[in-house]
């Protein structure tokens, strides 16, 4: 059975750990669909952390864009995160570095992949950053993808079965759904 299970917050309030407490109570061998690109040697170190805080459980699938490529067909996955995975699409669009990238292009091919993904039938716990609740940035580029992310976001909460929202650690539950 299908369903979709979104968890967002701020960064570092507990998302992927959540995250990952619920696909391993909802599956013994959950699948770790992780989006990010690795940009620096910092962000590099937060990834090996990640994938340390797992056990051998995990089957770990890295993929930046293309989910759908992926079958989990009835299986549990945690996809962490959007943020990236938008960012993944959003910079892909910009040709040099005076081009503002098409926020309108990005959202419409992150939607028809998000739709083709979740077309199989299986369990999605994607992990997001609410990333417009800062403040309005003075950088442009920043602004547009503030707001493609967050068209984003409630493009999949729409769709979304549950929606948790953490906050210090604390999960709140927004949208349906049950605590883990």
Known sequence: MK???LITGGQRSGKSQYAERLALKLSPRPVYLATAHIWDGEFKERVEAH???????????EEEKYLSHHNIYNK?????CLTLWCTNFFYDRQKNEWEQPSVDEALQELKAEFDRFTSQDATFIFVTNEIGSGGVSENAVQRRFTDLEGWMNQYVAAKADEVVLMVCGIAVTIKGGRQA
Request: aromatic share 6%; glycine share 6%; charged share 40%.
């Open 51 to 61: 994938r340390k805080r797992r056990g051998k459980e995990w089957t770990n699938i």
């Open 76 to 80: 549990v996955v945690v996809i962490d």
């Open 3 to 5: 369903r979709i299970i």
